[in-house]
């Protein structure tokens, strides 16, 4: 039975079509959004599967979550093969909340706690949807259960953690995959195209990222001047909660990550310049310094710069990313959820310092597809990840890195540069 329109779905959905019908204003090649892309953001009637199909993935989720919604449960209607995956099972703290979530989305079986599920032989793999603190003890312990494992990002609080995980995985022979969702897109992987291929830019000198994507709270208190919270810029980050910090974690992750992927495939050496992070803001300056082999057999080093600046008091909605490079500029607007709206500009030009011609290349390009998610393309690299013929693993070759261990580094000296410890003790 097709689950109902609930007020979040009802919620997301007309927020969507604000957000795509003013973008599609301000960006000429997002006008091409229609009805069939929104649609996507609901599941739709199950496909009865026949009885000789392959036996499919049967995934468990930890927790009755919305994210749960968007990653696993509408995704799953939109595959090619819809057969491939079972949503078997769904666990929560609380059992009655469980058995309501399992009715209203059609979920074969609820198990009493996180532990019965992980360990039944009728779950091959677990989706941890759980808040952040959580990620490390579940996703260990479903490994060690000998299940796949899709972690929500980020996938750990620090690096240690997130080399025990990958290195646990690999000893069981399990797949790991951190859920950054949105580097699963055919936008994010022309854009890995663009700079690590085709080269179109020329070496990067510098990465930007913008997120903006205000809280309840948050607008409230801009709309309404009401509750408003007044911050001392010389208070210490240690002074707002870990909880706050680990909500602010979730988003500027993204831009992180972002930055780490398209540095993948070189040596690369980053430092920590800057970072301020409070309740409400993660303001982050990186340096990079990358090592690429040239023609000669020789290596060739080169600078960059990385920023970050991430927000929940904003009014505006963006997650926009700016590459900066020797020869042109790429400018993606809405990197993050691209089937609603996106657009790709491409700057190139030629001449240095005030003999630089910008008019000499320029264009704007989209990557709809058919309007699949973002979800969507993680879940079927996940099913083919988890997929018992070896084939299928050697065909991923563009496969974005597990989890983010490398990105963890970073992480680690980003909260030691602001002063925040002992996240993972909460």
Not at 16 to 27: D, M, Y
Not at 342 to 348: D, V, Y
Request: with cysteine.
């Amino acid at each position: 039975m097709k689950p109902p329109l609930t007020r979040p779905s009802a919620v997301i959905l007309l927020t969507a079509i604000g957000i795509g019908t003013i973008l599609s204003h301000r960006h000429s090649n997002s006008s091409s959004l229609c009805l069939p892309r929104l649609r996507r953001l609901f599941p739709r009637q199950n496909t009865s599967c026949p009885s000789d199909a392959p036996l499919p993935l049967r995934i468990g989720i930890l927790g009755a979550s919305t994210i749960a919604v968007h990653a696993i449960i509408t995704p799953s209607t939109y595959l090619d093969d819809p057969c491939s995956i079972s949503v078997a099972g769904i666990a929560s703290r609380d059992v009655q909340r469980a058995a309501r979530y399992a009715k209203k989305h059609g979920i074969q079986r609820v198990f009493r706690t996180y532990e019965e599920l992980m360990d039944s032989e009728d779950i091959d793999a677990v989706y941890i949807g759980l808040p952040t603190v959580y990620h490390y003890r579940y996703a260990l312990r479903a490994i060690q259960a000998g299940k796949h494992v899709l972690l929500e990002k980020p996938a750990t609080v620090s690096y240690a953690q997130a080399m025990e995980l990958e290195t646990e995985a690999k000893d069981k022979g399990v797949v790991l995959l951190e859920a950054f969702h949105y580097k699963f897109h055919p936008l994010f992987q022309r854009i890995q195209q663009l700079i690590m291929e085709e080269g179109v830019i020329g070496n990067v000198e510098e990465y930007t990222v913008l997120i903006s994507m205000p809280s309840l709270g948050g607008l409230w208190r801009r709309l309404f001047g009401l509750g408003t919270k007044k911050e001392d810029s010389t208070t210490t980050a240690t002074a707002t909660t870990c909880h706050e910090h680990l909500k602010m974690f979730d988003r500027w992750s993204y831009g992180l990550d972002a930055i780490m992927t398209l540095l993948a495939g070189d040596q690369v050496n980053v430092t920590v310049r800057n970072a301020t992070l409070s309740a409400s803001v993660a303001d982050i300056a990186l340096g990079v310094q990358m090592t690429k082999a040239d023609d000669d057999n020789g290596t060739t080093k080169h600078d960059a710069s990385a920023y970050i600046l991430a927000t929940k008091e904003q009014l505006g909605l963006n997650w926009d990313l700016t590459i900066q490079g020797e020869r042109g500029r790429i400018m993606v607007a809405n990197f993050w959820f691209p089937s609603i709206y996106h657009s790709l500009t491409i700057t190139r030009y030629d001449g240095e310092g005030s003999n630089v011609n910008y008019n000499n290349s320029f264009r704007v390009e989209t990557m709809y597809g058919e309007g699949e998610t973002t979800f969507e393309c993680q879940l079927r690299h996940f099913i083919q990840l988890c997929s018992k013929e070896k084939s299928k693993r050697e065909e991923s070759v563009s496969s974005p890195p597990a989890i983010g261990t490398e990105s963890m580094k970073v992480v680690d000296a980003i909260f030691e540069k602001a002063s925040v410890y002992d996240l993972a003790l909460q």
